[in-house]
């Protein structure tokens, strides 16, 4: 059984920035691609960022150059860089493998980009 705790959220300007963390239990995390993936209010969750096994990244357009996700295999961790926060980032963020395992969702960190 694999959890994933997500943490690192909060609440943050327009323009600055949050780093969020996530942390796995599991023996396959290292072997593993992981994503990052956000759902705002009446909206469907979407991907936002993806990490292979050996650190190749991609990410959506919308959030391509302001986020960077990265991983720390020893740490069982991954995590998420944000910076130029836009209010449209505000939504829930997970971590999940990719693709993602349906029964894997935590709960989640809540971000907020408000004045």
């Known amino acids: 059984q694999v959890q994933f705790v997500e943490s690192g959220g909060g609440l943050a300007q327009p323009g600055g920035s949050l780093r969020l963390s996530c942390t796995a239990s599991?023996?396959?995390?290292?072997?593993?691609?992981m994503g990052w993936f956000r759902q705002a209010p009446g909206k469907q969750r979407e991907l936002v960022a993806g990490i292979s096994s050996v650190g190749d990244t991609h990410y959506v357009v919308s959030v391509r150059g302001r986020f960077t996700i990265s991983r720390d295999n020893a740490k069982n961790t991954v995590y998420l860089q944000m910076d130029s926060l836009k209010p449209e980032d505000t939504a829930v963020y997970y971590c999940?493998?990719?693709?993602?395992?349906?029964?894997?969702w935590g709960q989640g960190t809540q971000v907020t980009v408000s004045s």
């Open positions: 999940n493998f990719l693709p993602p395992t349906s029964t894997y």
């Open positions: 599991g023996s396959s995390f290292s072997m593993s691609a």
